[in-house]
């Protein structure tokens, strides 16, 4: 069983020999210790990422309350994030001289790329990973839904691990946008928003977040 080391706000997983560092944080219903970012932190350090996960506030007040609430507007968990990599910034555990990298599940992912446009971000950020962006709210895809000026704007490269058929912006609907070169997306067998396949293919979830993990470290090995 993976060990998590909790310090502060902060939970750390640490590669053996890093070549990356990965400040990864929930989407918008999801605790840091969710099964999904217990999975996808155990396949990041076994390919050598180490992570540092968070919760923004209002997902911290739920785990002491138990009493669920819808996050912030964007702009206010954007001040939120560029808060906490400051305090990652000055944290004794964090490696030094490799690429240190910021991003999330859905949402997360998402305040990640809006944070990544902001002259305030801290200079040592190499990198953008969003695992199942949002590209538009859910059964919403008309055009006035989308949400890609955020990876327009993006002055940092971005990779996106996007499921093939995720909800929020499966590949069919993704495939004739133009996206800014610093953009990449990694297409997911047959994954859902979770990145999970369905039962009938040949990838599993298991297989499905390794290939991600495998994508994350090819991306930190570039920003090196």
């Known amino acids: 069983m993976m060990e998590n080391n909790v310090t502060d706000r902060f939970i750390w997983n640490h590669a053996a020999n890093p070549h990356g560092v990965l400040l990864l944080t929930h989407g918008a219903g999801l605790l840091m210790d969710a099964p999904f970012m217990e999975r996808v932190t155990k396949a990041l350090v076994e390919v050598g990422i180490t992570v540092a996960r968070f919760e923004f506030a ?3 007040k739920r785990r002491r309350t138990g009493k669920k609430a819808p996050p912030p507007r964007a702009d206010k968990l954007c001040v939120e994030f560029l808060h906490v990599i ?11 001289n490799i690429p240190l990298l910021i991003g999330g599940k859905s949402m ?32 919403k895809s008309e055009p006035e839904f989308w949400r890609l000026e955020t990876l327009q704007q993006s002055i940092l ?26 953009v990449q997306i990694k297409w997911i067998t047959d994954g859902s928003h979770d990145l999970g396949p369905t039962g009938k293919s040949p990838a599993t979830m298991k297989s499905n977040v390794a290939d991600a993990a495998n994508h994350v470290e090819v991306f930190a090995r570039t920003l090196a």
């Open 58 to 60: 209002y997902m911290a």
């Open 86 to 96: 400051e305090a990652l910034a000055e944290h004794d555990e964090l490696p030094r």
């Open 108 to 139: 997360g992912g998402r305040i990640a790329a809006m944070v990544a446009s902001n002259e305030l971000l801290d200079i040592a950020v190499r990198g953008i990973v969003c695992l199942g962006y949002p590209f538009h709210p859910q059964g």
């Open 157 to 182: 490269p971005v990779l996106i691990c996007q499921g093939e058929r995720d909800a929020f912006g499966w590949w069919d609907e993704i495939d004739p946008i133009e996206l800014p070169e610093q």
